[in-house]
C-alpha cells in the first residue's frame, strides 16, 4: 500500500452460531461479495423457497463468494433473513435502509453484519441504538455512503458546483464515521459508491488517505453485463493497485454468479487471487470446429466452482487448441466434425463431437 494510504484495521464479520468467520482488512485477502436478488418474505412459511435459497448460497461460495447481502425492507422479511442465517454458514448482511426497528430485529438472529446508510435511519439515537445492539451482540457494521443521501449542506455544494461529488461523498463517510468514533465503535466497513469510475476512486483515495476503516468498493449501478464488468474493472484495478478495498462487490444487472466471477477474476489478473480455476477460451470465429460458446456456458459455474488449481482451455479449432493452449493443463478444440482433447499441448484423443462433454469429464476428473 501506497504510504499515502492507510493501513485498514481488521474487523470481524459473522461467527456467531455455525456461521464462519471471515476477517475484512489488516492483510486479510480481498473478500468477495454480492448481493441477492429476490424477495425473502415467504421463506418462514415456504420451506422449498427456503431451501432453494440456501442450495444457491452454497453454489456462490463454491464459486468464489465470501459474504452475501439481503434487503431486508421489512418485518416478514427480517424473519426469513433471521431463517435462512440459520441453515447456512456463509455470514449474510442485513441491509437495511429508514426503518431502524429492522436491524435490531435481525441482531436477534446469526447475523454476519448489518448495512445502514445513517442518511436515511433517522435521528442519531436511531443510529446509536443500531450500533449498541451490534455492540452487545458482537456484529460489524457497514456504513453506506451514496450520492442519494449527502447532507443537505453537501447536496447543496455539489448542486452549485462548489464541491465535487467525489469530495461529497467522502465528507459524508467522514462525518458517520466519526460519530461511530464517538460511541467507541470500530467494528465498521465504509462503503462510497458512485455510478462514475472517477468518482468512485477519488471518494475511496480521499477516504483511505485520512482513515483506516476497511473499504467496501464497487461501482453501484454500474448498468448490464458489459457495462458494469467494464466499470468495475477499471476502478477496482485502479484502487486495488493501490492497497485501496479489503472487500468488493460488482453491481450487475446480471446475475449474482456473474457478480462473483467477475470479482473473482479481477482479483486473480489484480495478483490478490490465488489458486481455483483458470478458464480460457477463444472468441469463436469462420474455422468453427466446436461449439465453444454452449460448452463454456455448459461448464463454467461447475469448473471454477472445483478445488483444483489447473488451466483449462475450451477452443473453437486445432489452430487455437494445443497451440496457443498449450499451456493448459487439460483443453478441448474442434477438429474437423470430431473434437481433441489435449493436455500440455499434447493431443490425448481424438472423440466424437456428441460425446465431448462425457470424455472431457473422464480426463478432467483424472487430473
Known amino acids: 500500500m501506497s504510504e499515502k494510504f492507510k493501513t485498514p484495521r481488521t474487523v470481524s464479520i459473522g461467527g456467531n452460531g455455525k456461521t464462519e468467520r471471515i476477517l475484512i482488512g489488516g492483510s486479510n485477502p480481498v473478500t468477495i461479495q454480492t448481493m441477492w436478488k429476490e424477495g425473502i418474505d415467504d421463506v418462514t412459511e415456504n420451506n422449498e423457497h427456503l431451501e432453494k435459497i440456501c442450495k444457491r448460497i452454497f453454489e456462490l461460495k463454491s464459486l468464489g463468494c465470501d459474504i452475501i447481502r439481503f434487503a431486508v425492507p421489512d418485518m416478514k422479511s427480517a424473519e426469513g433473513f433471521i431463517e435462512i442465517c440459520k441453515n447456512v454458514s456463509m455470514p449474510l448482511v442485513a441491509d437495511i435502509h429508514f426503518d431502524y426497528r429492522l436491524a435490531l430485529k435481525c441482531l436477534e438472529g446469526n447475523v454476519g453484519a448489518i448495512r445502514i446508510n445513517p442518511g436515511n ?62 460511541l467507541n465503535f470500530d467494528q465498521c466497513v465504509v462503503s462510497m459508491k458512485a455510478s462514475s469510475v472517477l468518482e468512485t476512486i477519488e471518494a475511496n483515495e480521499e477516504f483511505a488517505s485520512k482513515y483506516d476503516v476497511p473499504l467496501h468498493i ?138 465431448a462433454d462425457n470424455e472431457f469429464r473422464k480426463e478432467l476428473e483424472s487430473l
Not at 447536496?155 to 461529497?168: D, H, I, N, T
Not at 446475475?255 to 469463436?284: A, F, M, Q, W, Y
Not at 461448464?299 to 478445488?307: A, T
Not at 479449432?317 to 499451456?327: I, L, Q, S, T
Open 121 to 182: 435511519i433517522g435521528s442519531r439515537d436511531r443510529v446509536e441504538a443500531v450500533v449498541n445492539g451490534c455492540k452487545e451482540k458482537g456484529v460489524a457494521i457497514r456504513i453506506g455512503v451514496n450520492s442519494g443521501s449527502l447532507p443537505k449542506d453537501l447536496a447543496e455544494a455539489v448542486e452549485k458546483g462548489k464541491l465535487s461529488r467525489s469530495k461529497a461523498l467522502a465528507e459524508t463517510a467522514f462525518r458517520e464515521v466519526s460519530v461511530f468514533d464517538e
Open 218 to 355: 464497487g461501482v453501484t449501478e454500474a448498468g448490464p453485463l458489459i457495462t458494469g464488468v467494464v466499470k468495475s474493472t477499471l476502478a477496482f484495478s485502479k484502487l486495488l493497485t493501490e492497497g485501496i478495498g479489503s472487500t468488493i462487490r460488482v453491481s450487475l444487472s446480471s446475475t449474482p454468479e456473474n457478480e462473483v466471477i467477475t470479482g473473482r477474476e479481477i482479483l486473480h489478473e489484480c495478483g490478490l487471487r490465488k489458486g481455483g480455476v483458470t478458464l480460457i477460451s477463444c472468441p469463436r470465429c469462420g474455422r468453427l470446429g466446436f461449439d465453444v460458446h454452449g460448452f463454456v456456458e455448459r461448464w463454467q459455474n461447475e469448473l471454477l466452482s472445483m478445488k483444483k488449481d489447473i488451466t483449462v482451455a475450451i477452443m473453437g479449432c486445432a489452430v487455437n487448441g494445443p497451440g496457443e493452449g498449450k499451456h493448459a493443463d487439460i483443453g478441448i478444440a474442434g477438429a474437423g466434425d470430431k473434437a481433441i482433447i489435449f493436455k500440455k499441448g499434447q493431443i490425448i484423443r481424438t472423440i466424437d463431437i456428441k460425446d
